[in-house]
């Protein structure tokens, strides 16, 4: 079985400032994929960016990037000049790639990230 | 394109009863997960459906139950609430297809319990 522990139960910061959120994980799975999820107070839980565990290169989506360490088992999120619509609650979830492909989500408890003005 | 739907968005019963939530999947989307979000407690999973069958179960009892018609839309039924049910329910799709890996999520229905 998969975990997905996520340590800083709450984290605020200065708009324009980076903030980095930490995630780890435990698997005995070679395939896999991560995610970094948002719940902003709205709740629709929108997909923030993706790590395919076979590529070393780590991902970024605009403002987000990653910092993946797959020996560590470490998969953490920056977010950089940070602004209001970020608030939100921030998700890390992990799925093994299985025979169908997708297969269900691992989610860790969660980080409440404010972005104050 | 529209999102995942999902009704209804409140929910309120009491213990004993039984409670149905309906998911409605993007269109083309052949895969519907159902998803807990008790208070703090994050995210765990419940079912995953696929093709009008069960593909996987989360670590949850038997009165929770669910199902996919024909136009892949998912219904979940809770039986015999009890108090600790009281979450909201998230509802996610996904094309199904191996090369595919992200679920998209529907704004969920805030399960009471009283």
């Known amino acids: 079985a998969q975990t997905v522990t996520q340590s800083q139960p709450e984290m605020s910061v200065q708009e324009a400032e980076t903030v980095t959120l930490s995630c780890t994980y435990d698997?005995?799975?070679?395939?896999?994929?991560l995610f970094w999820y948002k719940q902003p107070p709205s709740r629709q839980m929108i997909l923030v960016i993706r790590?395919?565990?076979?590529?070393?290169q780590n991902a970024t989506e605009n403002r987000f990037s990653v910092n993946f360490q797959k020996a560590a088992k470490s998969f953490s999120l920056k977010i950089s000049d940070s602004q209001l619509g970020d608030t939100a609650m921030y998700f890390c979830?992990?799925?093994?790639?299985?025979?169908?492909?997708?297969?269900?989500?691992?989610f860790g408890t969660g980080t409440r990230l404010t972005i104050i003005p | 394109e529209a999102g995942v739907t999902q009704s209804p968005t409140h929910l309120i019963k009491t213990r004993g009863q039984q409670a149905t939530l309906r998911c409605s999947p993007i269109?083309?989307?052949?895969?519907v997960y159902w998803y807990q979000q008790a208070l703090g407690l994050g995210l765990q999973f419940l079912l995953w459906?696929?093709?009008?069958?069960?593909?996987n179960r989360g670590n949850f009892p038997p009165r929770f139950s669910g199902r996919q018609f024909p136009n892949y839309s998912s219904e979940l039924n809770v039986n015999a609430l009890e108090l600790e049910d009281s979450a909201l329910y998230l509802c996610?799709?996904?094309?199904?297809?191996?090369?595919?890996?992200?679920?998209?999520f529907g704004p969920g229905t805030r399960l009471t319990v009283l």
């Open positions: 790590q395919e565990a076979y590529k070393q």
């Open positions: 979830a992990f799925m093994k790639r299985g025979s169908f492909g997708n297969e269900k989500l691992t």
């Open positions: 996610a799709s996904s094309p199904g297809q191996p090369i595919y890996n992200e679920q998209f």
């Open positions: 698997t005995s799975e070679n395939n896999y994929y």
């Open positions: 459906y696929d093709e009008g069958e069960e593909r």
């Open positions: 269109s083309g989307h052949t895969s």
